[in-house]
Each structure stands twice: as C-alpha cells, then as structure tokens.
C-alpha cells in the first residue's frame, strides 16, 4: 500500500481558499487517490476521490499532476466548520490504511 | 448514500469486564467491514478485517484472543472487548465499502467511545 507524506497542520481564515498537498511517490498504476475529512469523536467522512487530472464536487476539487505522485486537495473559501483533519489515502481496495492527517484549523 | 451505523456511540464499563460494539450497514450488504480504533490525537490504526461468513484477519500486533470479531451477516459486524483494561479505551472504529467498487471509497459508522474505569 502505498504510504502518503502531508503537513501535519495548516492554518487559514474563513473565506480562504485552503489547498492540502499530499505526496504519494510510489502510487500503484490501479491506486485511486482519496481523501477524507474527520471531525472530533466521528467517524471519517469520504470528501473526494480521483484517479487523474482534475475532480471537482459540491465541496472540494481534486488536482492531480499527470506523474500522480501527488495531489492537492482544494477548499474554496473555507468556514469554520471546516475545521478538521483531513486524510490524503491512495488505494485500490477497501482496505485503507491513515497517515497522519493534517490538521486544518479555520479562524475567523 | 450508503449508511454505516455503530452501536453504542459510548459506553463504559469496569475493568475485567467484556463489551459489544456493533457495526451495521443499513442499506447496503457488506462481504468484509474493517475496524479500526484511533486514540486521542492519533490517526486510525486498523484492526482487523471482519469478513463475513469467515474468520476476521487481524493486523499485526493485535491480539485475536483480546478482539472477537464476529461477522455473522452481510449487514452486521460485532467487535468484542474481551477483559477490558483502562488501556483499551479508545474510540472504535468500523467501516464498510461497495462490493465491486473497489476504490478506496469507505463508509464509515460513527464511532464507538470505550472508557474502562
């Protein structure tokens, strides 16, 4: 499986646009790159997931360089209650395994 | 979207004592559901592999004997505490995908607290 480098911590004000990196060097031609948001005391919460270049939903775009050795999640004009940690994972199964996270502190 | 449920959300209980979390996927069937457990500050370490119909694969350095996972339908998964001691509080974790879609995308349930006085 392969193993995810992303900042530990980042800090922004509401309204910003917050973009998380996350390096995945040795991802697998099968891996899909997928991210997920967790709140204190709750379960993870799938945000977004894509394969190559460029995936956008109701919540997040995903950027995706043609190597797929990274990838940056993007948060348009983040609020409060995007404060969370946020997990960068590359699979091609269910079978999931964390890194670290990155915690993302919003404030006003 | 496809729903995942943990029963207790919290519970505690004394110590040398067993408990249940329940896991269950409410509008989908689930072949294999994991478990994970994350303490405070940490990210998710994953358990194990409740496969139903089978015997549950543990990760390394988790103790079988300590962790009875029972996945005795393709909607319910049981995680057991067997003699609980104040170190395994924690917060639990299951999860669950699509048969078929075999992406990386989970659904998780909400997690189960676990104090043990």
């Known amino acids: 499986l392969a193993k995810t480098t992303q900042p530990i911590s980042m800090d922004s004000y509401e309204g910003q646009e917050v973009n998380i990196t996350c390096s995945h060097n040795n991802i697998a031609t099968n891996d899909y790159i997928t991210w997920y948001q967790q709140f204190p005391s709750q379960g993870p919460r799938f945000i977004i997931q894509?394969?190559?270049t460029k995936v956008t939903n109701e919540v997040a775009s995903l950027f995706i360089p043609a190597d797929r050795k990274s990838s940056t999640l993007s948060l348009p004009r983040v609020s409060l209650s995007d404060t969370a940690v946020y997990y960068c994972?590359?699979?091609?199964?269910?079978?999931?395994?964390f890194g670290s996270g990155t915690r993302l502190l919003v404030r006003p | 979207g496809a729903v995942v449920s943990q029963h207790p959300s919290r519970v505690i209980c004394k110590s040398g004592t067993s408990v249940k979390i329940e896991c269950r996927s409410l509008d989908f069937q689930a072949t294999t559901m994991f478990w994970y457990r994350q303490f405070p500050k940490q990210s998710l370490m994953l358990m194990a592999t409740s496969n139903e119909g089978s015997k549950a694969t543990y990760e390394q350095g988790v103790e079988k004997d300590k962790f009875l996972i029972n996945h005795a339908s393709l909607t319910l998964s049981t995680l057991t505490v067997t003699s609980a001691h104040p170190e395994d509080s924690s917060f639990y974790i299951c999860s669950a995908g699509l048969a078929g879609a075999n992406t990386g995308e989970l659904f998780f349930g909400e997690g189960s607290r676990l104090t043990v006085l």
């Open positions: 994972l590359v699979a091609r199964i269910h079978k999931l395994i």
């Open positions: 894509g394969y190559k």
